[in-house]
């Protein structure tokens, strides 16, 4: 036991004392529910010199098309929860304006550009069809499968055209991609999910990814993870600024909730180190909020929300899209072939 007892030093030194007071009791609450998880798993005592590193792990969201004034006024508990662990910042989509690198503000080509850490003069998508990736420049999912051993993944999307078309789940020129945990489809399963007016049943169809994310990631925990939320979107095309709007991005915050309590809980029990790191694709026209597409301020104004308590000044001077991949690389500690690293058009914003 008086082993065990230094082990929860450890731990709680790593997840309590870093946490703002606020956290402070919540934090140990967990964490006292972890020791309790982490003694009945590991039995035997251990000496002080077999404590390993916490496991990385990593979790990114994507909610689709809110601008960042609108993601300030409107109230998000569950990202605010989030942002006090780390930070919250405005970031930019769209590349360097009037270069071959500048980027559509439009969903396929911001989902390119974070999953490869590129804009679209390489990634090669500029929008949601008659998608055409050059698979040249590896997703983050690639990147993962290519260390030994493999790194676990999962997603879970509104659209299933992420997986088989953005990543290239299972094509020879992603040396045949493989996700572990997969919740998507269901735009395409009209009986389990039926068309409604307005688009309605998108937001179904988010719920049941968000706590299918949620699941598994609390029973399985995969190491590299993405969401895709796509219904707040939909409003904004159907209704632009608005109480609608609003009220969407109101039900996304909970969504994220139920995933950001998954990720605490395992960081609680099994001691693991996780990221979570929430942002949009793009923002929306200043006149009706209802378009998106160009180069306008609002369209290229997103927002970052993260956990993460390594983050260095670049997070906070509108860090963009291409910036996520080196992020989540080096908080996973991944190693990059030097082609890849070669390609890539952002810098971390983690230490
Ligand atoms: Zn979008």
């Not at 790593?14 to 020791?35: A, E, S």
């Not at 990543?167 to 572990?180: E, F, R, S, V, Y």
């Not at 995969?222 to 009220?247: C, I, M, N």
């Amino acid at each position: 036991m008086a082993t065990n007892y230094s082990v929860r030093v450890i731990r709680e030194t790593r997840y309590v004392g870093k946490r703002r007071d606020v956290h402070g009791l919540y934090w140990t609450g967990l964490f006292l529910l972890g020791v309790v998880g982490l003694m009945g798993i590991t039995g035997a005592a251990h000496g002080e010199s077999d404590a390993v590193p916490a496991e990385a792990k990593a979790v990114f969201i994507i909610v689709d098309g809110i601008p960042a004034d609108v993601i300030e006024r409107v109230a998000t508990p569950a990202l605010d929860d989030i942002a006090a662990a780390g930070g919250y910042t405005r970031a930019q989509m769209g590349g360097p304006m009037g270069t071959p690198a500048q980027t559509p503000t439009v969903s396929a080509p911001g989902y390119m550009s974070l999953v490869t850490g590129t804009w679209a003069d390489k990634h090669n998508v500029r929008a949601n069809d008659e998608l055409e990736p050059n698979y040249d420049y590896w997703s983050l999912f690639r990147l993962a499968k290519s260390i030994e051993p493999p790194l676990t993944t999962g997603l879970f999307s509104t659209w299933t055209d992420n997986r088989t078309v953005l990543l290239g789940q299972g094509l020879p020129a992603t040396d045949n991609l493989a996700i572990d945990y997969v919740a998507d489809g269901f735009e395409h399963d009209s009986l389990g999910f039926p068309h409604r007016e307005h688009d309605q049943h998108i937001e179904v169809i988010d719920r049941h990814v968000a706590a299918e994310a949620a699941r598994v990631i609390a029973a399985e925990g995969p190491h590299l993870s993405w969401v895709y939320l796509q219904y707040t979107d939909d409003v904004a095309h159907a209704s632009g600024d608005g109480p609608d709007f609003d009220a969407a991005v109101g039900v996304m915050d909970g969504l994220v909730g139920q995933i950001w309590a998954a990720v605490a809980g395992r960081q609680a029990q099994y001691g693991e180190d996780w990221l979570i790191l929430v942002t949009t694709d793009h923002g929306r026209d200043a006149e009706t909020g209802q378009d998106h597409g160009g180069q306008s301020l609002r369209e290229r104004t997103t927002w970052m929300v993260t956990n993460s308590q390594r983050l260095n000044p670049a997070y906070y001077s509108q860090p963009e899209m291409v910036d996520i991949y080196p992020s989540i690389v080096a908080h996973l500690g991944l190693p990059i072939p030097q082609q890849v690293a070669a390609g890539l058009d952002g810098s971390s914003f983690i230490d």
